[in-house]
């Protein structure tokens, strides 16, 4: 690592040479299959997958292996980073830290699994802070990808072209199909695609519908972007990349692949955009995220809508930095939004989003939270029988 630049400026040099090579993260191969034969970076411990420009950054380290974490994380978990191998740097903007809640008596509070309670407390600055990780070719121990893989496509509830059909039915964006071209007009408001027919197959069909929502995205009402660029400026470049990445992240995410073919062409403007001005990496990636993390959060709804029937149980409500399991996947409570709402992470995927105590999803939370709690006083009562026999 250079330490005499910013990581930004590494990132947006080594993409550069890459794509200029062929060889970038965009233009790495992947099947139609229901395997992806190239995944992005993410941490075996956590399930998460590493965010904006260091999801680029750990893509280009030339590795087979998507998994990366922290030395400390390997420990815990048992596995040895091997001897002298060197780490990957990675930085992210801290901008809330995790406090103890304290009680009356000044004691930190405990949640029903013993656990400390934590709130969220926002910081007056954001801090940039870097960790070093490493890949799991470089730790002995860990288990073979493969294994992970086939645990991860079987935890999944829908299969891969549902899964995008589920967002593009939720978002509520116009899609119109006919003719040549794949595009989003924002004077109108609607995408436009060839017929599903005209492509190759349907992952294709939908990597293309991925791309052209990441634009629908940056309409007003949504995430409020600049889109009446004309084409060939460097302001029309800068969207397209924005939407590339964000495509890039969602096929991953929805294991449904990416089509660069249809792309390909912006190029030499990307390359020109990154030599002018290397933070718009770091630009590009943060605003890519934001756009995908928008887009999966309309898979939610059809979960919502499939719990709606689950009857709610008497228990006492969520609190902060709980984690409740339920159907295979964690829910941890970040903070509560008001009254009636609550600001939650679904891990391992990392997607946040609000919820709301009227949501189906909430009565099924507190009723496996209830089924806990029930367990939980059976074992006590079980463990105060046997101390009264004695």
Same mark, same amino acid.
């Given at each position: 690592?250079?330490?005499?630049?910013?990581?930004?400026?590494?990132?947006?040099?080594?993409?550069?040479?890459?794509?200029?090579?062929?060889?970038?993260?965009?233009?790495?191969?992947?099947?139609?299959?229901?395997?992806?034969?190239?995944?992005?970076?993410?941490?075996?411990?956590?399930?998460?997958?590493?965010?904006?420009?260091?999801?680029?950054?750990?893509?280009?380290?030339?590795?087979?292996?998507?998994?990366?974490?922290?030395?400390?994380?390997?420990?815990?978990?048992?596995?040895?980073?091997?001897?002298?191998?060197?780490?990957?740097?990675?930085?992210?903007?801290?901008?809330?830290?995790?406090?103890?809640?304290?009680?009356?008596?000044?004691?930190?509070?405990?949640?029903?699994?013993?656990?400390?309670?934590?709130?969220?407390?926002?910081?007056?600055?954001?801090?940039?802070?870097?960790?070093?990780?490493?890949?799991?070719?470089?730790?002995?121990?860990?288990?073979?990808?493969?294994?992970?893989?086939?645990? =991860?496509? &079987?935890?999944? /509830?829908?299969?891969? *072209? +549902?899964?995008?059909?589920?967002?593009?039915?939720?978002? %509520?964006?116009? @899609?119109?199909?006919?003719?040549?071209?794949?595009?989003?007009?924002?004077?109108?408001?609607?995408?436009?695609?060839?017929?599903?027919?005209?492509?190759?197959?349907?992952?294709?069909?939908?990597?293309?519908?991925?791309?052209?929502?990441?634009?629908?995205?940056?309409?007003?009402?949504?995430?409020?972007?600049?889109?009446?660029?004309?084409?060939?400026?460097?302001?029309?470049?800068?969207?397209?990349?924005?939407?590339?990445?964000?495509?890039?992240?969602?096929?991953?995410?929805?294991?449904?692949?990416?089509?660069?073919?249809?792309?390909?062409?912006?190029?030499?403007?990307?390359?020109?955009?990154?030599?002018?001005?290397?933070?718009?990496?770091?630009?590009?990636?943060?605003?890519?995220?934001?756009?995908?993390?928008?887009?999966?959060?309309?898979?939610? =709804?059809? &979960?919502?809508? /499939?719990?709606?029937? *689950? +009857?709610?149980?008497?228990?006492?409500?969520?609190?902060? %930095?709980?984690? @409740?399991?339920?159907?295979?996947?964690?829910?941890?409570?970040?903070?509560?939004?008001?009254?009636?709402?609550?600001?939650?992470?679904?891990?391992?995927?990392?997607?946040?989003?609000?919820?709301?105590?009227?949501?189906?999803?909430?009565?099924?939370?507190?009723?496996?939270?209830?089924?806990?709690?029930?367990?939980?006083?059976?074992?006590?009562?079980?463990?105060?029988?046997?101390?009264?026999?004695?």
């Amino acid at each position: 690592m250079d330490t005499k630049k910013a990581l930004y400026e590494q990132v947006a040099e080594k993409l550069i040479r890459q794509l200029e090579q062929g060889t970038s993260p965009f233009q790495k191969p992947w099947t139609d299959t229901a395997e992806t034969a190239f995944f992005l970076p993410y941490n075996p411990t956590t399930g998460k997958s590493y965010k904006g420009m260091n999801t680029l950054w750990l893509s280009m380290q030339d590795r087979e292996d998507p998994r990366w974490l922290t030395f400390k994380q390997a420990e815990a978990k048992g596995w040895a980073v091997n001897k002298g191998a060197k780490g990957t740097v990675i930085n992210f903007i801290k901008t809330h830290d995790l406090k103890n809640v304290l009680g009356e008596n000044g004691k930190p509070v405990l949640d029903l699994a013993g656990k400390t309670v934590k709130t969220i407390v926002k910081l007056a600055k954001p801090v940039v802070t870097i960790a070093w990780v490493f890949n799991a070719e470089q730790v002995s121990g860990i288990p073979p990808l493969p294994l992970e893989l086939a645990a =991860k496509l &079987e935890a999944q /509830k829908w299969n891969n *072209v +549902e899964r995008a059909e589920i967002i593009a039915g939720n978002s %509520g964006a116009k @899609i119109k199909h006919g003719g040549n071209e794949a595009y989003y007009r924002p004077a109108r408001d609607y995408i436009q695609l060839p017929q599903k027919q005209q492509f190759d197959s349907s992952a294709k069909y939908y990597a293309t519908l991925l791309h052209e929502l990441g634009h629908w995205t940056g309409h007003k009402d949504r995430l409020d972007r600049t889109l009446i660029n004309s084409f060939g400026t460097p302001e029309y470049a800068r969207e397209e990349l924005r939407a590339e990445i964000s495509s890039l992240l969602l096929g991953n995410e929805l294991n449904i692949g990416h089509d660069f073919s249809q792309h390909a062409a912006y190029v030499e403007s990307w390359i020109k955009v990154l030599k002018d001005d290397p933070f718009e990496i770091h630009r590009a990636s943060s605003e890519a995220q934001k756009m995908s993390d928008y887009l999966l959060a309309f898979e939610q =709804k059809r &979960e919502i809508k /499939k719990e709606e029937s *689950v +009857e709610v149980h008497p228990v006492q409500g969520l609190t902060i %930095g709980e984690e @409740i399991n339920y159907k295979s996947q964690r829910f941890f409570v970040l903070q509560k939004v008001n009254a009636d709402t609550f600001q939650m992470e679904r891990l391992p995927a990392g997607n946040k989003f609000r919820l709301n105590v009227q949501d189906g999803l909430y009565a099924s939370l507190m009723h496996a939270k209830q089924q806990i709690s029930t367990q939980h006083t059976s074992i006590e009562e079980v463990k105060e029988t046997k101390s009264i026999k004695r």
